[in-house]
T-cell receptor, first 113, second 109 residues
Framework: ETGVTQSPTHLIKTRGQQVTLRCSSQSGHNTVSWYQQALGQGPQFIFQYYREEENGRGNFPPRFSGLQFPNYSSELNVNALELDDSALYLC????????????FGPGTRLTVT | DQQVKQNSPSLSVQEGRISILNCDYTNSMFDYFLWYKKYPAEGPTFLISISSIKDKNEDGRFTVFLNKSAKHLSLHIVPSQPGDSAVYFCAASAHQFYFGTGTSLTVIP
């Protein structure tokens, strides 16, 4: 059984640029959630995708957008990067029903300069 | 507004003793609670969960207690082992997940 994978591991971007982060969900999981974890904080929910549709969104601006593909992999896109977007971005996959347990990837460390 | 709070940033415990990690929440609509463990350079790993209809769930050395009237959740690890040293996050769910800020547990051999 393959776990959740994310790419890239690290990247550095300049303020104002755009970035795409990728996530492959665990085999058989149909739901993907994205989280932002700033230094010293817990993960904060960005949004969730279920069967290629957005299924819930946290308190993040529209410049944070996502996609889920038919194979349940997912992308997180962030436009007009700001310095405060520097964080660890975590992807988690799960079965929407019946369980709530989410399985996290190792994260992508984004630094905005 | 932080709906899930872990007020102790760190905790040190001797090997073999009990570790108690605490978590408080404010939203009475939360219906599911989870604990995750996180090692450096890895994503959080699911540890144990509890539904709001229960007050206790046990899995080996790990027990989670839920006190709904106090809006308080705790994780007990008995006996603590050096490999338990990690950051522990509690999370609560009301359609979406809300995480606490984490408690760094150090188990001293």
């Amino acid at each position: 059984e393959t776990g959740v994978t994310q790419s890239p591991t690290h990247l550095i971007k300049t303020r104002g640029q755009q970035v795409t982060l990728r996530c492959s969900s665990q085999s058989g999981h149909n739901t993907v959630s994205w989280y932002q974890q700033a230094l010293g904080q817990g993960p904060q929910f960005i949004f969730q995708y279920y069967r290629e549709e957005e299924n819930g969104r946290g308190n993040f601006p529209p410049r944070f957008s996502g996609l889920q593909f038919p194979n349940y992999s997912s992308e997180l896109n962030v436009n007009a990067l700001e310095l405060d977007d520097s964080a660890l971005y975590l992807c988690a996959s799960s079965y929407r029903d019946p369980g709530y347990e989410q399985y996290f990837g190792p994260g992508t460390r984004l630094t905005v300069t | 507004d932080q709906q899930v709070k872990q007020n102790s940033p760190s905790l040190s415990v001797q090997e073999g003793r009990i570790s108690i990690l605490n978590c408080d929440y404010t939203n009475s609509m939360f219906d599911y609670f989870l604990w995750y463990k996180k090692y450096p350079a890895e994503g959080p790993t699911f540890l144990i969960s509890i539904s709001s209809i229960k007050d206790k769930n046990e899995d080996g050395r790990f027990t989670v207690f839920l006190n709904k009237s106090a809006k308080h959740l705790s994780l007990h690890i008995v006996p603590s082992q050096p490999g338990d040293s990690a950051v522990y996050f509690c999370a609560a769910s009301a359609h979406q997940f809300y995480f606490g800020t984490g408690t760094s547990l150090t188990v001293i051999p």
